[in-house]
């Protein structure tokens, strides 16, 4: 049998797993990642972090099994800045939900023709993504700025910084999906655009090289056998949505997933050329390597599982996450709505200005009829989302595949169903991400076919829609209501 190291290097933690060559996984192993916060609206991690989180994970795996080929995800947008020859990062990794570089993004406003940018790249001119926060970098630390237009510092995501980082400098790359992500890649030429470049003011010189996603890139020793190191080869990259995607088998046109956690982030394969949104969606780099490209949509949802934490660390209404399927089956009030924005409304809204709120409250309103609200809206902005990809596309998926935490709660899951009137399959696999990279290294590696993956696909559990087209209605015409409330309340004029 042969075996497959797959790396998953998440916002919270590092997952490593052992896939065998059917795909399955055998072992798996998570180092957990911490995270600071300096002041309101900074998301931090210390790089050396990063590199350790991976080697934890990976270290215990690489005793016990042969590796025939390793794969690596990463968080997407979080980058490093470091110096090329001492390796020592010059900045911290700044995550993706850092919103340091809005000041960047409405500076830049009046300049940039909002539809040439998402041509190129797929994407809003956003905090979101890696430039402008590079960029209020540079306006902020001008000997960083210096030194790196000197040539004298290297920029990566957190896969490039990783690599670099176990490879002493050896390879500093990235491949099309991460690159894709920063707001300075030309999506349809496969390549850093010189015009976003000189928009931005970063250098040519400390980007990494774009490698293909599948492939030999080289060896990595991810963490040491029995403690005396081992060189892996590496045959895939992708940044971790994209890698769910591809663990949950959506291969064709019009397929598409759900990866809970923290957020949700949806992503629907759209076949080998860009199209662009008209509903508030991003166009995104799923893959492309030796003739095989995919394009996506992508809509990410920013708040789901933490909501979920919010009912049971803030408001104290639940015990633990759990709990909150059986809360919201013992609700008696279907009038209550939460809109669930504790971070905004990203997709396909995209107001970082709006707050949650809850409507429909009164003197009987209970914890229970919270929690089913938040779950609701749970649904809603997933509802959101898919119907904007259906009506991008032209075409509704065949069912909608999910994963992660969220996706084992019951309730949520046939709401979503519900409002969807859609089947909702969950992965058998708890993680098809760190999966699905470990099965594209066995595509370039193994010679693994998408039919192959395609038939080992499994769900655990499946939901079909139950509910009336009287009351879908009646609940997302409530929740459109509270929705455009919220917008009201919170100023009209979107801040994007």
Same mark, same amino acid.
């Given at each position: 049998m042969k075996y497959l190291l797959?790396?998953?290097q998440g916002t919270t933690q590092t997952t490593a797993v052992i896939v065998n060559e059917l795909g399955k996984m055998i072992e798996k192993n998570s180092a957990q990642l911490p995270a600071r916060f300096p002041q309101a609206g900074w998301v931090e991690q210390e790089p050396a972090d990063i590199v350790r989180t991976v080697k934890e994970a990976c270290a215990p795996l690489l005793a016990k099994y042969e590796i025939s080929a390793a794969g690596f995800d990463n968080q997407?947008?979080?980058?490093?800045v470091w110096d090329k020859d001492t390796g020592e990062p010059v900045t911290p990794a700044i995550v993706w939900q850092d919103t340091r570089g809005e000041s960047v993004c409405k500076a830049l406003a009046s300049n940039v023709d909002p539809e040439l940018l998402r041509r190129k790249t797929g994407l809003l001119l956003d905090s979101y993504f890696s430039a402008p926060k590079l960029k209020w970098? &540079?306006?902020? &630390?001008?000997?960083? #700025? %210096?030194?790196?237009?000197e040539g004298k510092l290297k920029f990566g995501t957190t896969e490039t910084w990783v690599i670099w980082s176990l490879t002493q400098g050896r390879l500093h790359i990235t491949d099309p999906s991460t690159a894709s992500r920063t707001l300075l890649f030309d999506m349809n030429k496969f390549e850093w655009d010189e015009d976003l470049l000189k928009l931005f003011d970063v250098p %040519?010189? $400390? *980007?990494?090289?774009?490698?293909?996603?599948?492939?030999?890139? +080289?060896?990595?020793?991810f963490g040491g056998r029995d403690g005396q190191g081992q060189a892996l080869p590496l045959?895939?990259? *992708?940044?971790?949505?994209?890698?769910? *995607?591809? +663990?949950?088998?959506c291969f064709n046109a019009g397929e598409m997933k759900c990866s809970f956690g923290t957020g949700s982030f949806l992503l629907m394969n759209i076949g080998d050329k860009p199209k662009l949104s008209n509903n508030g969606l991003l166009t995104t780099v799923g893959w492309n390597f030796n003739g095989h490209t995919a394009y996506a949509f992508d809509g990410g949802i920013f708040?789901?599982?933490?909501a979920v934490q919010w009912l049971r660390d803030n408001l104290k209404v639940i015990p633990d996450s759990a709990s909150s399927n059986d809360a919201a089956k013992r609700s008696t009030d279907s009038g209550v709505v939460v809109v669930p924005a504790l971070?905004? *409304?990203?997709?396909?809204?995209? #107001?970082?200005?709006? #707050? +949650?709120? $809850?409507f429909g409250l009164n003197r009987s309103t209970g914890s229970d009829d919270i929690v089913r609200a938040t779950l609701d809206g749970i649904a809603c902005r997933v509802y959101e989302v898919v119907t904007a990809m259906s009506q991008d596309l032209g075409q509704a998926p065949p069912h909608l595949k999910v994963d992660g935490g969220p996706s084992g709660n019951p309730y949520l899951m046939q709401m979503i169903a519900d409002l969807l009137n859609l089947e909702v399959r969950v992965s058998a696999a708890l993680e098809a991400t760190a999966i699905g990279i470990a099965n594209l290294a066995g595509v370039s590696a193994l010679g693994t076919s998408f039919d192959e993956l395609s038939g080992n696909w499994k769900s655990e559990t499946s939901y079909l829609p139950e509910m009336s087209e009287e009351e879908r209605g009646r609940k997302l015409s409530q929740w459109n209501k509270a929705v455009e409330a919220v917008k009201r309340?919170? +100023?009209?004029?979107v801040n994007k």
């Open positions: 797959g790396i998953d997407g947008e979080t980058f490093v970098v &540079f306006e902020n &630390f001008p000997d960083i #700025r %210096r030194k790196a237009h %040519r010189s $400390m *980007l990494p090289e774009v490698k293909p996603s599948a492939g030999y890139i +080289g060896d990595v020793d045959h895939a990259l *992708l940044v971790d949505q994209q890698a769910a *995607l591809f +663990g949950q088998a708040v789901a599982g933490s971070q905004g *409304l990203a997709a396909p809204h995209w #107001r970082t200005d709006v #707050r +949650g709120a $809850m309340f919170h +100023g009209d004029e």
